[in-house]
């Protein structure tokens, strides 16, 4: 690959590039591994009329909606991370009407995401959700929302979604090269099928690590690099949420969250001193460690747990962009041992 597919830049520079005033935005990781970091960036960026179209949010999708980005939103799950007496912006801005919501179920949910990444039109769901007021009662999708169409096999009624093209996804992994093929472990939820169907994709990411680490596990990669517009490094990208291999939940921060946003006033305080007020992600975890120290985020930190190894089988001896997998070694690491040592036995 040559310098030209280098997708390496800041989460600035992605949002601002990629996120469009009225796209259609799926944070694709399924209430796990959240992508805090671009989310923060795109209420900085005062990006306005979004579509969220999420399997499920917690904080992410109450604070794009306090940060006025989000007019519509897609979804079959909202966190209430205080019961039922604590009203969140969700709440408040169904309440006002400032915001118009389609509800789905999960599984309908990713099957309109997993119909949009396999080029279809639609796909067929279980018939049991023609019993429930998800099938009923529709909004912002109207008579899309579902179809019943006649099994060409069986020539039984079938109840089929539409595909969703979200306009840009936003995710966040463990590793990526800057070519953009990410990495992920942990919980994979909807990440796949949510970030295939998007026709942008800004990844952020812990490391960014060399392409021939990434060849080492390719079973690891969730999304290949040409279907990725930008690469962005950014530790505690998913902070407060956890991140398998990296750092567990922080369950004080979201703590301190709910408890500080229990109304719209308070909401936009503490929105102002963790995100307006703050440059960049750099900046989020300068200011955390003022606040809080840095023990809250030490004890999140994971201990060391590695997988097995595996045998990935490389055989033959051959050279493909000037790499041997048989011995592991680029061509002028292996011409540097002969000449030093003789010629080797591959």
């Not at 929302?145 to 060409?152: G, L, M, V």
């Not at 909807?190 to 690590?209: D, R």
Request: hydrophobic content about 35%.
């Amino acid at each position: 690959m040559n310098s030209e597919n280098n997708k390496v830049m800041t989460i600035k520079e992605a949002v601002s590039k990629f996120v469009k005033d009225g796209d259609m935005l799926n944070p694709c990781n399924f209430v796990y591994a959240i992508p805090f970091a671009i989310v923060h960036e795109i209420i900085r960026q005062r990006k306005k009329n979004l579509t969220l179209a999420s399997n499920a949010f917690i904080e992410e999708g109450d604070l794009l909606i306090g940060g006025e980005c989000v007019s519509k939103i897609i979804t079959a799950y909202s966190h209430r991370g205080g019961g039922r007496r604590y009203k969140n912006e969700l709440d408040r801005a169904l309440r006002a009407k400032t915001v118009e919501i389609e509800d789905y179920s999960n599984f309908t949910m990713v099957s309109m995401f997993k119909a949009g990444a396999l080029g279809y039109t639609y796909m067929p769901v279980m018939n049991a959700i023609k019993e429930t007021d998800i099938f009923r009662i529709r909004t912002i999708m109207g008579e899309n929302k579902f179809k019943i169409i006649k099994c060409p096999f069986t020539g039984k009624e079938s109840v089929v979604v539409p595909a969703l093209n979200p306009d840009v996804g936003i995710l966040h992994v463990q590793r990526a090269d800057k070519y953009g093929n990410a990495q992920f472990w942990g919980s994979l939820g909807t990440l796949k099928w949510g970030a295939l169907s998007c026709k942008k994709l800004i990844v952020s990411c812990e490391e960014i690590v060399d392409h021939e680490k990434i060849k080492r596990s390719p079973f690891l990669t969730v999304v290949p690099g040409f279907r990725v517009n930008a690469v962005c490094e950014e530790p505690w990208g998913a902070h407060p949420s956890e991140l398998a291999g990296y750092y567990d939940v922080d369950n004080g921060f979201r703590a301190f969250y709910f408890a500080q946003t229990l109304s719209k006033l308070a909401n936009q305080k503490w929105m102002q001193e963790w995100i307006y007020d703050r440059k960049d992600r750099k900046d989020y975890l300068d200011h955390y460690i003022e606040r809080f120290s840095k023990k809250p985020l030490e004890r999140c930190k994971v201990n060391e747990y590695l997988s097995d190894q595996i045998n990935m089988g490389y055989k033959k001896k051959y050279w493909q962009n000037d790499f041997c997998h048989k011995i592991a070694q680029t061509r002028e690491e292996y011409l540097e041992k002969v000449e030093k040592y003789g010629e080797l036995e591959l």
